[in-house]
């Protein structure tokens, strides 16, 4: 079975990650986020075509896998990425 990791807790992070579980449903989806909390957007209301209102949670980790319990939460920060190797290093 095959790991993604998703670097950062921030909006950008935890979407990308919702997404990568929504369309692949047997993989494991790890978020890798050095702060505490993670940012997550509910209820997006476009005003137009191009304005969107979104509101934006911020959950510990415990809260943020209830509702996603696909996605599991590391909380440590990475001090290196290799592309060639598909392989993070954390700083623990
Ligand atoms: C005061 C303020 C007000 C704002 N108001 C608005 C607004 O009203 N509307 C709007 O659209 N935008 C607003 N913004 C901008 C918005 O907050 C940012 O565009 C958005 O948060 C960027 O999200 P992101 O997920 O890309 O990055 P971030 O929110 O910065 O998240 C990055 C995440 O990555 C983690 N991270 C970084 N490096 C590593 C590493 N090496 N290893 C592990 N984890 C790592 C961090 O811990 C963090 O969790 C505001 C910004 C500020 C500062």
Redesign the pocket.
Known sequence: MSVRVV???????VCCAQELARLNPNEEIVI????ETL?EAKSVFAWSKYLEEIDIFEKTADQFVLSNPNIRIVE????AINPDSHTVHLKS
């Not at 670097?7 to 992070?13: R, T």
């Not at 440590?76 to 001090?79: G, S, T, Y």
């Open positions: 670097v950062g807790g921030g909006i950008s992070g890798v986020t050095a702060t940012l440590d920060l990475i001090d």
